[in-house]
């Protein structure tokens, strides 16, 4: 008996141990949050960014990789955008900074052409 309450102690002893130390079981604390938009749409990213060839795809891997990269075509369609669009798409990235990034990225760009 004593045996079998040594094994509980040991696991219960474990189990606080990798929860003290961040290892969940379960949802992690980033699977929780929204670390990037579902699915990003609306008509104003429709309208200004689906047109320009290779700009929705620059505009995601730019967010997902964590490195902005986006050509010259698709700075203009950013630059181009109504604030009332640039917000409402960049909003659905749930990345505060990620909007102003891209808009400092691109205001370089055009300061260089």
């Keep these: 008996m004593a045996s ?4 509980l102690l040991l696991l219960a002893l474990l189990l606080a141990l990798l929860i003290r130390a961040g290892t969940a079981i379960g949802p992690t604390q980033v699977e929780a949050q929204s670390v990037g938009p579902r699915e990003i749409g609306g008509p104003c990213w429709n309208k200004y960014i689906v047109p320009v060839s290779g700009c929705p795809n620059d505009i995601e891997k730019s967010f997902f990789f964590q490195r902005i990269v986006i050509r010259d075509e698709c700075c203009r369609a950013v630059n181009s955008l109504p604030p009332q669009c640039f917000n409402e798409i960049f ?8 909007g102003a990034g ?6 370089g760009k055009n300061k260089l052409n």
């Design 102 to 107: 891209v808009r400092a990225a691109c205001t």
């Design 91 to 98: 909003k659905q990235f749930n990345d505060d900074t990620f």
């Design 4 to 7: 079998n309450q040594n094994h």
